[in-house]
């Protein structure tokens, strides 16, 4: 529900930050995949077909543990051939050298509002209040420098 054609805020304010760059996005860069083991590495194939991406940012942490698996069966490794990047924090984390780079937030604000928003709802409240949670990126292990591309001899 957050990919394309209709991302999410923080998914369009990446493609936006991609085209400012002046690089193309799109489908590659926001993938619309099943979201089952099997549709994860179908994606994953897809991905390294031509030209591998340098970095993956991913949502889940067992969609990190998965994707990391894949990698390191085809000898990718990160921060070395790939950064990678988790948008949940997870306990998992901290026993993974090198560290796993994510992004940390306090759910509880937001399940607080969730809750709020459904006892509106049944009793026939309109409720569109939106709230912010605030989050930082702990830069962990597995974000390393863009790999310089190998030039055909």
């Known amino acids: 529900m957050r990919r394309l054609p209709l991302p999410g805020l923080p998914e369009q304010a990446f493609l936006d ?4 760059l002046g690089l193309p996005s799109g489908a590659y860069n926001l993938p619309d ?3 089952t ?3 994860l590495l179908k994606l ?5 077909i031509l030209t591998p991406p340098t ?3 991913i949502d889940e942490a067992s969609h990190f543990m998965a994707t990391q698996q894949y990698l390191a069966r085809k000898g990718i490794i990160a921060p070395e051939k790939i950064s990678l990047i988790c948008t949940d924090a997870h306990l998992i984390f901290s026993w993974c050298a090198p560290s796993i780079a994510h992004i940390r937030w306090d759910s509880r604000p937001l399940i607080r509002r969730i809750v709020r928003w459904a006892e509106n709802v ?3 409240k309109n409720d569109l209040r939106q709230t ?10 597995t974000v390393g420098p863009v790999p310089t591309p190998s030039l055909p001899s």
């Open 17 to 20: 930050e991609l085209r400012a």
């Open 33 to 35: 995949w099943e979201a």
């Open 37 to 39: 083991p099997k549709g």
């Open 44 to 48: 994953l194939e897809s991905l390294f």
């Open 55 to 57: 970095a993956l940012i």
């Open 122 to 124: 049944s009793q026939g």
């Open 132 to 141: 912010s949670t605030n989050a930082g990126f702990i830069a962990g292990g």
